[in-house]
């Protein structure tokens, strides 16, 4: 699965970020997760989903019914959300796990 | 709890050189996954580790190999160095599932210079 993701995009505090990540090749049993970076530290996790929408305490995630797109939602960011965000895809099951990151957003928030 | 760890920070090295990295995973995971992320890069993975042995391999040549040992801790052996493998390299450990993909906890990596 090929995913690829909007260079950059700019924010003000305090407004919703929503991230789309494209994954035309999306396999059935893929799953889609969502990293955060911050510059010299590994990606962390922000949240998963297989299909329609996946909410949690930072994040939202919607899922299409073709499933060849996500899209991460921030409800209200803040200046420490400046980061770089990753789609993951990658098999959920069997023996030839082969993750593919996209090609990342940075985000960038201000006052 | 222990978070993944990696050594070392930095590493220099000359072309044709080889090079061990090492991972020690999260405590309670049993699935080692090794990335290289070059400089503005996402990262681009290498394999990953399930009980000590290679359970898939992304587009690296075969002189990228790895280990996993029975505290599933890791190790990336890459051998005749070459300019493009400068990069970061991460090391992500996760509990295996039998019907889900799990989530991943990074290590802070390992910058590879290759002079």
């Known amino acids: 699965a090929k995913t690829t993701q909007p260079i950059s995009m700019d924010s003000y505090e305090g407004q919703e970020v929503n991230i789309t990540c494209s994954h035309n090749?999306?396999?059935?049993?893929?799953?889609i997760t969502w990293y955060q970076q911050f510059p010299s530290q590994g990606p962390r996790f922000i949240i998963q989903g297989y299909k329609t929408k996946v909410t949690n305490e930072v994040a939202s995630l919607f899922i299409p019914a073709d499933r060849k797109s996500s899209t991460l939602s921030l409800p209200r960011v803040s200046l420490s959300d400046t980061a770089v965000y990753y789609c993951?895809?990658?098999?959920?099951?069997?023996?030839?796990?082969?993750?593919?990151f996209g090609t990342g957003t940075r985000l960038q928030v201000t006052l | 709890e222990t978070g993944v760890t990696q050594s070392p920070t930095h590493l220099i090295k000359t072309r044709g050189q080889q090079v061990t990295l090492r991972c020690s995973s999260q405590?309670?995971?049993?699935?080692v996954s090794w990335y290289q992320q070059a400089l503005g890069q996402g990262p681009q993975f290498i394999f990953q580790y399930y009980r000590e042995e290679e359970n898939g391999r992304g587009n690296f040549p075969p002189r990228f190999s790895g280990l996993q040992f029975p505290n599933y801790s890791s190790e990336l052996n890459v051998n005749a160095l070459e300019l493009d493998d400068s990069a970061l390299y991460l090391c992500?450990?996760?509990?295996?599932?039998?019907?889900?993909?799990?989530?991943?906890?990074f290590g802070p990596g390992t910058r590879l210079t290759v002079l």
């Open positions: 993951l895809v990658g098999e959920g099951t069997g023996t030839a796990s082969k993750l593919t």
């Open positions: 090749n999306i396999a059935t049993n893929d799953y």
């Open positions: 405590s309670g995971h049993n699935t």
């Open positions: 992500a450990s996760s509990p295996r599932g039998e019907d889900s993909y799990n989530e991943q906890f």
